[in-house]
């Protein structure tokens, strides 16, 4: 777990002021704004990122995905991942995962006083623990379908153990269940710019196809991985004004076996025909 420091600017404060919150300290708040000179559009990425998760989850939930991990989740904000779920399924079940002992603290005294929500600390590096965790096990039903959500945190780990966390999340859920994963991108130049100014921790810029290799065994609901505020938007840009792309994401199903092994046999067939019919041309 991370420990508490109020002298010294923190990933989840900072995000909390860019999201208009008040649960950050001055040394946040002067990073926060630092990075607004950087790059201006840092708090309306953040905005944007939270209407994507929002749009999301309502997705999977509408889907009939009545369970979710959180991972990352942040500082208790406006909306919440348990609020949109659930104006779907008002049942939905909610475990909130972050390595921040003051978000889980946070967490626990405003969201998880409903039954079905809980907040778990949590390393994503060590995904196994988390899914391991009593109080998870207790609350989510790994047999049944579930959404695992990784946003706006897997840039905190260089792109290999990135894979490697979604990978293991994407093992442990059972066809039906969903990954929503968001992940900050952008230009080499503008990127570099962002990572050596933002002092609350190391940020890895990821690659277009290395994130979509973070859906790798996937399959990637339309329309795919794309700037967050372009994803089933419908062209709705936050007040009105042109999105960035700062922010990439998507969301992706795992297939059921009998349909991959069905396609899979299509595939086959599908090649036998056309091999047949080369010979019999020849
Ligand atoms: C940028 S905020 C994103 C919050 C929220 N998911 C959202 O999309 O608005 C990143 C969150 O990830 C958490 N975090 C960073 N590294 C983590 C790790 N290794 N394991 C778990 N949580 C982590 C931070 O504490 C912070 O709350």
């Given at each position: 777990?991370?420990?508490?420091?109020?002298?010294?600017?923190?990933?989840?404060?900072?995000?909390?002021?860019?999201?208009?919150?008040?649960?950050?300290?001055?040394?946040?708040?002067?990073?926060?704004?630092?990075?607004?000179?950087?790059?201006?559009?840092?708090?309306?990425?953040?905005?944007?990122?939270?209407?994507?998760?929002?749009?999301?989850?309502?997705?999977?939930?509408?889907?009939?995905?009545?369970?979710?991990?959180?991972?990352?989740?942040?500082?208790?904000?406006?909306?919440?991942?348990?609020?949109?779920?659930?104006?779907?399924?008002?049942?939905?079940?909610?475990?909130?995962?972050?390595?921040?002992?003051?978000?889980?603290?946070?967490?626990?005294?405003?969201?998880?006083?409903?039954?079905?929500?809980?907040?778990?600390?949590?390393?994503?590096?060590?995904?196994?623990?988390?899914?391991?965790?009593?109080?998870?096990?207790?609350?989510?039903?790994?047999?049944?379908?579930?959404?695992?959500?990784?946003?706006?945190?897997?840039?905190?780990?260089?792109?290999?153990?990135?894979?490697?966390?979604?990978?293991?999340?994407?093992?442990?859920?059972?066809?039906?269940?969903?990954?929503?994963?968001?992940?900050?991108?952008?230009?080499?130049?503008?990127?570099?710019?962002?990572?050596?100014?933002?002092?609350?921790?190391?940020?890895?810029?990821?690659s277009r196809e290395?994130i979509l290799?973070?859906?790798?065994?996937?399959?990637?609901?339309?329309?795919?991985?794309?700037?967050?505020?372009?994803?089933?938007?419908?062209?709705?840009?936050?007040?009105?004004?042109?999105?960035?792309?700062?922010?990439i994401?998507?969301?992706?199903?795992?297939?059921?076996?009998?349909?991959?092994?069905?396609?899979?046999?299509?595939?086959?067939?599908?090649?036998?025909?056309?091999?047949?019919?080369?010979?019999?041309?020849?």
């Amino acid at each position: 777990m991370e420990p508490f420091d109020p002298t010294r600017p923190n990933i989840a404060r900072v995000w909390d002021y860019w999201l208009g919150g008040k649960d950050n300290f001055a040394a946040d708040r002067e990073l926060a704004e630092k990075m607004l000179a950087v790059h201006p559009v840092s708090a309306r990425m953040a905005r944007e990122n939270r209407q994507f998760l929002g749009r999301a989850v309502g997705y999977v939930a509408a889907c009939g995905v009545g369970q979710f991990i959180d991972v990352g989740a942040g500082l208790p904000t406006a909306v919440n991942t348990h609020d949109i779920a659930r104006s779907v399924d008002p049942k939905a079940r909610v475990a909130y995962v972050d390595n921040d002992p003051i978000v889980i603290s946070h967490a626990r005294s405003l969201l998880a006083k409903s039954p079905g929500v809980i907040a778990v600390p949590g390393d994503m590096r060590t995904p196994e623990r988390i899914l391991a965790d009593a109080g998870l096990t207790e609350l989510i039903d790994l047999a049944e379908p579930a959404c695992v959500i990784l946003s706006a945190v897997l840039h905190f780990a260089e792109a290999g153990t990135a894979r490697d966390v979604a990978a293991v999340f994407a093992r442990a859920i059972v066809p039906g269940s969903y990954l929503i994963i968001s992940v900050g991108s952008g230009s080499p130049s503008e990127g570099e710019n962002f990572t050596s100014a933002y002092t609350a921790a190391r940020i890895y810029i990821h690659s277009r196809e290395e994130i979509l290799s973070f859906f790798d065994g996937l399959d990637l609901v339309p329309p795919g991985v794309v700037p967050v505020p372009l994803w089933r938007s419908e062209g709705a840009a936050l007040d009105g004004q042109a999105p960035t792309a700062t922010f990439i994401g998507g969301v992706a199903r795992k297939q059921r076996k009998q349909r991959k092994q069905r396609k899979q046999r299509q595939q086959r067939q599908q090649s036998r025909q056309s091999r047949q019919s080369r010979q019999s041309r020849q």
